[in-house]
């Protein structure tokens, strides 16, 4: 995979995260969907490899996935946990 | 044989004149008749002695200065007494209103004096305080309180001073002549709150925290480093061992530094608050993450920039940048409406607007800012170029109408035929190139 496909890859997952933290903040979705839906993108960014990219790339996308990884777990421990700075802030 | 009159002193109404017997007012013209001129004069001296010491005078022969005792001064106090201080206090090198208010300038004044000349520091002028005053010398070491006593302590010719040094003294009021005679401007009396924008950063960029100036404690820039880590190694001690722990390393902005920072930039736009910031290395990272989550819940998910929980945010110092705190910090000042506007979908244009006012404020300040968010600063910036920075922040930090006429800007600046949907689907899924095409 290219730089940018990986790069698109890591932005959609991110997007997808944004959006079940979103959804379980306003409760506009029931929980055990949000829950069923974060573990399944948990898996999918835990599959994301960044190793072969550039330093800089790696950097940047390493703080996306970090981001959707932080709020999937989130929404695991029902709210418990802590959560990413962009949804807190 | 004469009646005598036993008159029982009564309370009176200021500016009421006290009847005489015959019924008509005491006035000088009547005591004069009755005394003569001499007489009156007389009393007019020595009523004047009891406005100035507030106590009845010594006899005439005895040596006024040794038998009176000097009047005891405190904030709210008002009178003749007052403005006398504030006289030989701006004479010593204060920047005081002289108008017979003991208010928190002259209280201010009056602390920087005791501190230096070793009295008890209590705001209250005693007799300690007086003996001071009236035997310090302009210009001298118990004066310098009165001004930016720090510096003068260490004082530099104007013409020592580094280029930015001068042009933020300046911006402060100062002048070669008034910085040789040390004479403060009006600036200096001010409250931080109260400077202009320009002063402000001045002000921060020379080192002062918004304290150490109202407490009128000079911080030069040369030593306003440490001064920013002895606060904050203050502030983490008074916090306990909620704390972290970590040092910051050389050149990172702190948070209190950062609030300086950012109040010296956009205090004008809203009041900047300091929220709960730990700074962690990474392996403190991993252990209060996994302390949350589960061993080797970090190791899965990190590293992490930094994360937030009940309300505090813990960063990651090993993958953060000079700013951060600068960055995160500016995300808590920021409007409800505008995180309802900028973060609809995705945080992009929040992220990016946080970040070209993280770069506004940390080059004012004389740091080199970082660039976290590339994509997302050129989004705002086209954006901004239908609308304007200005209006950016101020619907960042005002919110309201003022959000609604920036996204009314940015979307008048569509090209024909591109609606904000098509233009927010763009930047949403982090197409940056293919939104900013949607703009004018």
Not at chain 2, 160 to 181: E, F, I, K, Y
Not at chain 2, 255 to 268: E, K, N, P, V
Not at chain 2, 344 to 359: I, M, P, R
Request: glycine fraction near 8%; include cysteine.
């Amino acid at each position: 995979m290219t730089e940018d496909a990986l790069a698109a890859r890591v932005m959609d997952l991110n997007q997808r995260a944004w959006r079940l933290i979103q959804a379980d903040r306003t409760g506009s979705r029931p929980h055990a969907d949000l829950r069923r839906e974060a573990a399944e993108l948990q898996d999918e960014l835990n599959a994301v490899d960044l190793s072969e990219l550039s330093e800089d790339a790696r950097r940047r996308l390493q703080k996306l996935l970090g981001e959707a990884k932080t709020e999937c777990r989130y929404i695991l421990s029902d709210g418990k946990g802590p959560t990413s700075l962009r949804a807190a802030n | 044989m004469p009646r005598v009159h036993s008159e029982q002193p009564r309370a009176r109404k200021p500016g009421h004149p006290r009847q005489a017997q015959d019924g008509k007012p005491h006035t000088l013209d009547h005591l004069q008749r009755l005394a003569g001129n001499a007489a009156v004069t007389a009393l007019i001296e020595e009523r004047l002695k009891v406005q100035r010491w507030g106590a009845i005078a010594p006899p005439v022969a005895a040596p006024a200065a040794a038998a009176v005792a000097p009047p005891t001064l405190k904030q709210g106090d008002t009178g003749p007494e007052v403005e006398s201080l504030q006289k030989k206090l701006n004479e010593l090198g204060a920047a005081l209103t002289e108008d017979g208010n003991f208010g928190w300038r002259t209280k201010a004044a009056v602390t920087s004096l005791q501190s230096d000349v070793g009295v008890k520091v209590s705001g209250t002028v005693d007799a300690d305080t007086w003996t001071a005053i009236t035997t310090a010398k302009a210009g001298s070491l118990a004066a310098v309180g009165l001004g930016r006593q720090e510096r003068w302590k260490t004082w530099i010719p104007w013409a020592g001073l580094s280029r930015q040094q001068r042009q933020d003294w300046t911006a402060l009021g100062w002048n070669a002549a008034t910085w040789r005679s040390k004479t403060p401007p009006t600036a200096s009396s001010k409250r931080f709150r109260v400077l202009t924008d320009a002063e402000r950063a001045a002000a921060v960029r020379l080192g002062y925290t918004p304290a150490s100036w109202d407490a009128r404690r000079d911080v030069t820039a040369a030593n306003a480093a440490a001064a920013y880590a002895e606060e904050e190694a203050r502030a983490k001690k008074k916090a306990g061992k909620k704390a972290g722990k970590s040092v910051l390393p050389a050149g990172w902005i702190g948070s209190l530094h950062a609030r300086s920072i950012l109040d010296s930039q956009f205090g004008g736009y809203t009041k900047i608050t300091l929220p709960k910031m730990e700074v962690l290395t990474a392996s403190e990272m991993a252990k209060k993450y996994d302390g949350f989550y589960g061993a080797g819940s970090y190791a899965t998910d990190g590293p992490l920039e930094g994360f937030n929980k009940d309300g505090v945010n813990y960063l990651n110092i090993e993958s953060q940048s000079v700013d951060t705190e600068v960055h995160e910090m500016l995300h808590a000042q920021a409007h409800a409406d505008w995180k309802a506007f900028a973060k609809e979908n995705s945080t992009h244009v929040n992220e990016g607007a946080t970040e070209l006012l993280t770069h506004d404020a940390v080059s004012a300040h004389g740091f080199t800012p970082s660039t976290s968010y590339a994509d997302q600063d050129s989004l705002v910036e086209a954006m901004n170029r239908q609308s304007s920075f200005e209006q950016m922040k101020k619907a960042l930090f005002k919110g309201g109408a003022d959000v609604t006429k920036y996204k009314a800007d940015v979307a008048a600046g569509l090209k024909t035929g591109k609606t904000w949907a098509v233009f927010q689907g763009h930047y949403d899924h982090g197409r940056f190139a293919a939104a900013i095409a949607c703009l004018k």
